[in-house]
Nanobody, 124 residues
Framework: VQLQASGGGSVRTGDSLRLSCVAFGRTFNGYTLGWFRQFQGQEHELVAAIVWRDGDIYVADSVKGRFTISRDNAKNTVYLQMNSLKPEDTAVYYC??????????????????WGQGTLVTVSS
């Protein structure tokens, strides 16, 4: 499966962005989808994830209340709605998929498909 992420950009503090990740080659059914971000020189951090089968959701404490993960089954797309953006949210954001599905992996090493990163820059 190929993942294509989009929606990054340069915004100001308090603005919103919506990232999209669409799958090509198969549906997301049975997968767990996650959004990770990577700050410069640091490890990937799981921001949010959704278990496609039952809609179980994980959101990191650092973004809780500001970021929302959602899915569109018909479009085979997962979204990350990012509101009230802060400069510390500046990072490259990646979507990833764990094909085992049915559970909530929180480490990047359990996700076996990755999209290209999309840069989010938040200026003050």
């Amino acid at each position: 499966v190929q993942l294509q992420a989009s929606g990054g950009g340069s915004v100001r503090t308090g603005d919103s962005l919506r990232l999209s990740c669409v799958a090509f080659g198969r549906t997301f059914n049975g997968y767990t989808l996650g959004w990770f971000r990577q700050f410069q020189g640091q490890e990937h951090e799981l921001v949010a994830a959704i278990v496609w089968r039952d809609g179980d959701i994980y959101v990191a404490d650092s973004v809780k209340g500001r970021f929302t993960i959602s899915r569109d089954n018909a479009k085979n797309t997962v979204y990350l709605q990012m509101n009230s953006l802060k400069p510390e949210d500046t990072a490259v954001y990646y979507c990833a998929a764990d094909s085992q599905g049915g559970y909530m992996p929180t480490t990047r090493y359990l996700y076996n498909y990755w999209g290209q990163g999309t840069l989010v820059t938040v200026s003050s």
